[in-house]
T-cell receptor
Framework: GAGVSQTPSNKVTEKGKYVELRCDPI?????LYWYRQSLGQGPEFLIY????????DSGLPNDRFFAVRPEGSVSTLKIQRTERGDSAVYLC??????????????FGQGTRLTVV | AQRVTQPEKLLSVFKGAPVELKCNYS??????LFWYVQYSRQRLQLLLR??SRESIKGFTADLNKGETSFHLKKPFAQEEDSAMYYC???????????FGTGTKLQVIP
């Protein structure tokens, strides 16, 4: 597909379990972003990748959250020992960014995570 | 710290009436300002950014540095404008964007 794809679209997990959320960016996009959107709030920045490296991970709330992008394309957001407060929609976006050139960032449809 | 404030959770207007969605920001430096829109059951998408100075779907927004505001305006609301609107800022480009809490615009036929 031409857009940013996130899987699964919905995930229900028990408190304390480990989850992985996947993001397939638009082909050729060098930058990838993860956001978290809690109910009634705007998206909140988590982490930004440029290529394979995390250029800014200052938004990750604690060490239970980790993200990788090993080949500079697909990214996985990993959450250990999930808590009920982790319940939210997790959004991924991608853009082409190289030197001073940057295109618009396009968002995926999100993964709705519910921790019970 | 950077912050975006959207004071209205819900704004209801009649079709054909003018629309103004308010946005104020706090940022030490020169921010880049955006408006994003999310239509029902669709993805979040960029509506406009202040540096492009474009009018998209009849919407405009002017950055007022003195009042630290970036209000979104449209002279005549249409039913298809009903959506959730988010004001956002960054230090430049799309990295580490800070979003407001959003305003739901409801256009009454």
């Amino acid at each position: 597909g031409a857009g940013v794809s996130q899987t699964p679209s919905n995930k229900v997990t028990e408190k304390g379990k480990y989850v992985e959320l996947r993001c397939d960016p638009i082909s050729g996009h060098t930058a990838l972003y993860w956001y978290r959107q809690s109910l009634g709030q705007g998206p909140e920045f988590l982490i930004y990748f440029q290529g394979t490296g995390a250029a800014d991970d200052s938004g990750l709330p604690n060490d239970r959250f980790f993200a990788v992008r090993p080949e500079g394309s697909v990214s996985t957001l990993k959450i250990q020992r999930t808590e009920r407060g982790d319940s939210a929609v997790y959004l991924c976006a991608s853009s082409f960014r190289l030197g001073g050139v940057e295109t618009e960032a396009f968002f995926g449809q999100g993964t709705r995570l519910t921790v019970v | 710290a950077q912050r975006v404030t959207q004071p209205e959770k819900l704004l209801s207007v009649f079709k054909g009436a003018p629309v103004e969605l308010k946005c104020n920001y706090s940022y030490s430096g020169s921010p880049e300002l955006f408006w994003y829109v999310q239509y029902s059951r669709q993805r979040l998408q960029l509506l406009l950014r202040h540096i492009s100075r474009e009018s998209i779907k009849g919407f405009t927004a002017d950055l007022n540095k003195g009042e630290t505001s970036f209000h979104l305006k449209k002279p005549f609301a249409q039913e298809e404008d009903s959506a959730m609107y988010y004001c956002a800022l960054s230090g430049g480009g799309y990295q580490k964007v800070t979003f407001g809490t959003g305003t739901k615009l409801q256009v009454i036929p």
